[in-house]
Nanobody
Framework: QVQLVESGGGLVQAGGSLRLSCAAS????????MGWYRQAPGKQRELVAA???????NYADSVKGRFTISRDNAKNMVYLQMNSLKPEDTAVYYC???????????????WGQGTQVTVSS
C-alpha cells in the first residue's frame, strides 16, 4: 500500500501560478505511474497529468502548455507546476500513484487526501 500526502494548494488570482507537491511512502518499490487528478464541484474527477518512472508524460488537453508534471524518483515525490491559472482550474487536486497506467487509462492505485486550488477571476 502506498500513502500519499499533497501540499501546495491555495487561493490565487487568474493568471497566477501554484506548485503542488506529493510525497509517497509505503510500498513505493511498486510505483510506476504517478500523477494528478482534479475534481470540481458537481463534476467527475478527471486526469490532469501522469508521469511514469521512465519519464513518459500525458496531459489533459485543457492544461497542455500551462501545467508541467515532474517527479523525483530518489525522493518519491511528484510535482505539478501550474501556470497561467484560470478560474476553471478551480478544483480539489488529488495525487495518485501505483496501479497500472496504460497510457490512456489508470487502473487501481492509491489516492492522496486532496488539496484545494481556487482561482479567482
Amino acid at each position: 500500500q502506498v500513502q500519499l500526502v499533497e501540499s501546495g494548494g491555495g487561493l490565487v488570482q487568474a493568471g497566477g501560478s501554484l506548485r503542488l507537491s506529493c510525497a509517497a511512502s509505503g510500498s513505493i518499490f511498486s510505483i510506476n505511474a504517478m500523477g494528478w487528478y482534479r475534481q470540481a464541484p458537481g463534476k467527475q474527477r478527471e486526469l490532469v497529468a501522469a508521469i511514469t518512472s521512465g519519464g513518459s508524460i500525458n496531459y489533459a488537453d485543457s492544461v497542455k502548455g500551462r501545467f508541467t508534471i515532474s517527479r523525483d524518483n530518489a525522493k518519491n515525490m511528484v510535482y505539478l507546476q501550474m501556470n497561467s491559472l484560470k478560474p476553471e482550474d478551480t478544483a480539489v487536486y488529488y495525487c495518485k500513484a501505483g496501479g497500472a497506467w496504460t497510457g490512456s487509462r489508470w487502473l487501481g492505485g492509491s489516492w492522496g487526501q486532496g488539496t484545494q486550488v481556487t482561482v479567482s477571476s
